[in-house]
């Protein structure tokens, strides 16, 4: 059982990756049906790293070099602040924790669809929004939704969002792999379980470039955040 939802949290991986990014926060309570607890962050940061590279080959173009350096410094701070807080945080913390952070930014997603962000354009608030999306990044790997906001604010098009995207979480999560690693999250045993999931990943990264190009982008951002949902109620009802 454990290897099927390992591989299910790869699609979704893949999937997101390559598509809008809103199924990202769905990807952790994935994982953590086969891996209780902070654990399951070591087990999905390989697949992170693979499916970074892939999306940095295909989105070459594109990257916004002024809005991606500066999101940069104060997100490397974000992860160190993120892996102290796992350091120090027991599993059950950690799954309430999860799950007050996933009803966070669905509810921040909600709010910002319907009300204008153009103070997300004053370079400061990309410093904020770097120190945030590196620290959510670190404990719950779902800050996709807020950088993509950000970014899209940006004025950038397309594929301009879309590849600054793929470039400023490739540098996040290179970047946490020596965190992860130091406070034990990532071993031999976690990586060894995340690779289980590789075939996975491509399966995901085909569908989501596929449905990317198809779906209606809201009815595909409410079917992501009724999921969301599900997910939270499941956290908290095995606590």
């Not at 289980?196 to 569908?207: E, K, Q, T, W």
Request: glycine residues 10%; hydrophobic residues 60%; charged residues 10%.
């Amino acid at each position: 059982m454990s290897v099927l939802w390992i591989t299910l949290a790869a699609v979704v991986t893949g999937f997101s990756k390559f598509s809008t990014g809103g199924m990202g926060i769905l990807i952790l309570p994935l994982m953590m049906l086969a891996f209780p607890g902070p654990e399951a962050l070591g087990v999905i940061i390989p697949l992170y790293v693979i499916t970074d590279l892939m999306a940095i080959a295909r989105y070459r173009k594109g990257v916004d070099r002024k809005v991606l350096l500066n999101l940069m410094p104060l997100a490397m701070l974000g992860i160190v602040l993120g892996g102290w807080l796992l350091a120090n945080t027991s599993a059950e913390q950690f799954t309430g924790m999860l799950a007050l952070l996933i009803i966070a930014m669905l509810g921040l997603s909600i709010w910002l669809e319907y009300h204008p962000a153009k103070w997300m354009r004053y370079p400061f608030v990309g410093q904020g929004v770097g120190l945030f999306s590196g620290f959510i990044s670190t404990i719950g790997n779902a800050a996709g939704p807020f950088l993509s906001l950000y970014l899209m604010e940006q004025k950038l098009d397309k594929a301009g969002c879309v590849a600054t995207r793929a470039w400023a979480f490739t540098a996040i999560n290179l970047a946490k792999v020596p965190v992860l690693i130091s406070i034990g999250l990532l071993n031999s045993e976690t990586f060894q379980a995340g690779l289980i999931g590789i075939p996975g990943l491509f399966v995901g990264a085909v569908i989501g470039a596929w449905v990317m190009q198809k779906m209606n982008l809201s009815q595909f951002r409410w079917l992501i955040r009724g999921m969301a949902l599900l997910a939270v109620v499941n956290l908290l009802a095995f606590r």
